[in-house]
């Protein structure tokens, strides 16, 4: 995981779940202001994004919080993933 990568994923879904846009435009818009990410980084955000979105009332249910970064420690849990060692996971147990 890479903070970076992340901090796209989050950003995608402010765009979609509180302002209202559609999930492919705002992944598209965000690929591209982003040049120097790589085909991996690229293909972790688009995947993610989408994964999240289709999830997304499971991973709210779940999380401690709405805390985006809750969200997405929840989801990345939920995939059989270990979290990294961050401050932004503290809140979050995998039990």
């Known amino acids: 995981l890479h903070n970076n990568t992340i901090r796209g994923v989050h ?3 402010q765009a ?18 982003n040049p120097k990410w790589g085909a991996k980084d690229r293909s972790f ?26 969200l997405f420690g929840t989801y990345w849990i939920m995939q059989g993933n270990a979290l990294p060692d961050w401050e932004e996971f503290e809140r979050l147990h995998p039990e």
């Open 45 to 70: 955000i688009a995947e993610t994004t989408y994964e999240m979105v289709r999830w997304w009332r499971l991973i709210k249910h779940l999380s401690p919080s709405s805390n985006y970064w809750d």
């Open 16 to 33: 979609i779940f509180e302002e209202g846009q559609y999930a492919d435009k705002v992944i598209e818009r965000t690929l591209k202001s």
């Open 11 to 13: 950003t995608a879904l």
